[in-house]
């Protein structure tokens, strides 16, 4: 709250009173945006394995749920690489909500890569390198290294100068000395000007934790010492526990990193000590663009840092949405990739019945070649019940933060079961405004009612083409 008080010489009360104006500052923090699955949170699996029917943000589906938590777990034990999975089933059935459900599940820490059919049509690119790309992406490697630090809270920064050797009043820095504390003791060291560097970079002063690499000397800022947490009310610093151990200690650092990240900076190195730029060493430095037998390199030291006990491959998961916009040349492409060493789990998605295989005249199930279709896990999903589309409209609801009465919300399901999902669920936001503009919180029926006749839904589009063909310009 802000209280603005304009003084005046008027000392009456009734003057003083309207004198005082109080007005309400809203907070200005950042709102979080509401994307179409930003209510999926996972499978929502009992511990036995089951579907419930209502869970982490799915409706129904319950064995389509449950088969992707079996793939799931083959992920988890690294016996799904190479494979492919088909989710096949009509318009808004929730093929996209279980592919993301699977990622949620699976965690942050295994790559999930996610993309469309018709991105691999490029007038700059070819198909396969855009296929091959998002394999690369989909592929995640966890390199573990020892590294020799100096990790300890600052207890004293003092730098050395010296005359300036090229001339001149002024005078620059010779070395830095910098003390370290831990539980165990303190260590002293001389520092070069470079990290000097980086250490006003940082920011650093004295109390702040802090771990310096011995080999590129590196400089990282970890947080404040928690001894001086209690020197204000009100700070933005983190406070870290001041270190156990020795100044001076070898301390295993993990990178997660995806094969792609390894292609492009192989391809455009920088230099340096850490073992991406080792990697990069290997390679010529005149590289500017990712090619196959770059690629072939990196596989082969990267097996080799398998074979060392250095990384460990973790297989992630490409999915490809409306699979189908995909052409026979593509398809010919990933049967090759699901069959090399290095591979992710394949999933796919469509919507199509038996329809042509793009760039053939050749009719197949879903549009994809039949030797492709005998490599995949299919899983099947059906459409909603009213029921179910009640229960999703509620969570999308409570979601983007709307109310809705129970008629409301019974007229909006009805909607749903004679359109589609995807329909009734975009009315939610217009109905709020219109409710709004009426001045009421609560969305009701009329409202609905209102913004149903206002928008068509794909069906009603359809037919009132077709009844008036003639208004409209066609072939």
């Not at 982490?56 to 799904?80: D, F, H, N, P, W």
């Not at 928690?226 to 100044?247: H, I, Q, R, T």
């Not at 669920?425 to 919180?441: C, E, H, M, W, Y």
């Not at 609905?448 to 208004?471: G, H, P, R, T």
């Amino acid at each position: 709250m802000e209280i603005v008080e304009n003084n005046n010489n008027n000392d009456s009360p009734s003057s003083s009173s309207s004198s005082m104006k109080i007005t309400e500052i809203e907070s200005n923090s950042r709102k979080q945006r509401i994307a179409a699955h930003s209510h999926i949170k996972g499978l929502g699996l009992k511990e036995d394995g089951t579907a419930e029917a209502v869970a982490a943000g799915l409706v129904g589906q319950e064995e389509a749920r449950e088969a992707a938590g079996i793939v799931c777990e083959l992920i988890k034990s690294k016996k799904m690489a190479g494979r492919a999975l088909l989710f096949a089933g009509p318009p808004g059935t929730g093929k996209t909500a279980l592919a993301l459900g699977l990622a949620q599940e699976l965690g942050p820490k295994v790559p999930f890569c996610l993309m469309v059919g018709s991105e691999v049509y490029s007038t700059e690119v070819k198909k396969t390198e855009v296929l091959m790309e998002n394999f690369r992406r989909s592929i995640g490697l966890r390199i573990r290294e020892n590294k020799s630090v100096y990790e300890g809270e600052v207890i004293e920064l003092v730098p050395e100068e010296e005359e300036n050797p090229h001339g001149g009043y002024g005078k620059t820095i010779s070395n830095v000395l910098i003390t370290l504390r831990t539980a165990k003791g303190t260590k002293k060291l001389r520092l070069a000007p470079s990290i000097y560097e980086s250490i006003q970079k940082e920011k650093i002063q004295a109390g702040d934790v802090i771990y310096i690499e011995s080999n590129s000397g590196s400089v990282k800022r970890v947080g404040r010492c928690d001894a001086y947490s209690a020197e204000s009310d009100l700070e933005s610093d983190e406070y870290v526990p001041l270190p156990k151990g020795e100044v001076h200690k070898t301390k295993e650092v993990v990178q997660d990193v995806t094969l792609h990240d390894l292609d492009v900076a192989n391809a455009r190195p920088q230099g340096g000590q850490d073992i991406l730029s080792m990697m990069g060493s290997v390679m010529k430095q005149k590289k500017t663009e990712i090619t196959e037998k770059l690629r072939l390199e990196i596989n082969k030291i990267v097996n080799q840092y398998i074979e060392e006990g250095i990384a460990d491959l973790i297989p992630g998961v490409l999915f490809i949405d409306e699979v189908h916009m995909l052409d026979i040349e593509c398809f010919t492409y990933l049967n090759r990739a699901l069959e090399s060493t290095l591979a992710p789990i394949v999933i796919l998605a469509t919507n199509r019945g038996t329809c042509k295989i793009r760039g053939t005249d050749i009719s197949s199930p879903h549009g994809i070649p039949i030797d492709l279709i005998d490599r995949l896990m299919i899983i099947r999903t059906i459409p909603y019940s009213m029921v179910d589309i009640a229960r999703i409209l509620n969570i999308r609801a409570v979601t983007e933060g709307l109310q809705l009465d129970k008629e409301a919300l019974s007229m909006l399901s009805q909607i749903g079961e004679q359109t589609s999902l995807r329909y009734s669920v975009q009315l939610l936001t217009p109905s709020k405004i219109l409710a709004n503009a009426n001045g009421r919180d609560v969305i009701q029926k009329i409202d609905i009612e209102e913004v149903s006749n206002l928008f068509y839904d794909a069906k009603a589009s359809a037919q009132l083409l077709q009844e008036n063909s003639e208004d409209y310009v066609s072939n």
